[in-house]
């Protein structure tokens, strides 16, 4: 079984900053790529931020530049820290990754429960 939990969300003035945590726990192989994700109410979610296996970043050009995405030590921690922060950022931002668990020969996607982010302006 593998587990992602995210936490960090909260309520932020504009122009504030937070950071998200994700945690991956279980049996889990290797990692091919982490995600955040976001969902705006009464829209679609949207990729945020991807970090591959060997590091590599890429940004949806709405958060280029103000949003970063990193890896703990134990590379099963992804976090994103999210600066001058916009009301347009309020959404319940989800934590993702396509891993392949001990038990598998695939890699499979993994969601988390999600944390909500408030941005008042």
């Known amino acids: 079984q593998v587990q992602l939990v995210e936490s960090g969300g909260g309520l932020v003035q504009a122009g504030g900053s937070l950071r998200l945590s994700c945690a991956a726990s279980?049996?889990?192989?290797?990692?091919?790529?982490m995600n955040w994700y976001r969902q705006a109410p009464g829209k679609q979610r949207e990729l945020v931020a991807t970090?591959?296996?060997?590091?590599?970043?890429n940004y949806a050009d709405s958060v280029k530049g103000r949003f970063t995405i990193s890896r703990g030590n134990a590379e099963i921690t992804v976090y994103l820290q999210m600066n001058s922060l916009k009301p347009e950022d309020t959404a319940v931002y989800y934590c993702?990754?396509?891993?392949?668990?001990?038990?598998?020969?695939?890699?499979?996607?993994?969601w988390g429960q999600g944390t909500l982010v408030t941005v008042s302006s």
């Open positions: 970090i591959t296996g060997g590091g590599s970043t």
């Open positions: 993702n990754a396509n891993l392949r668990p001990t038990w598998s020969s695939r890699y499979l996607e993994h």
């Open positions: 279980g049996n889990i192989g290797s990692i091919n790529y």
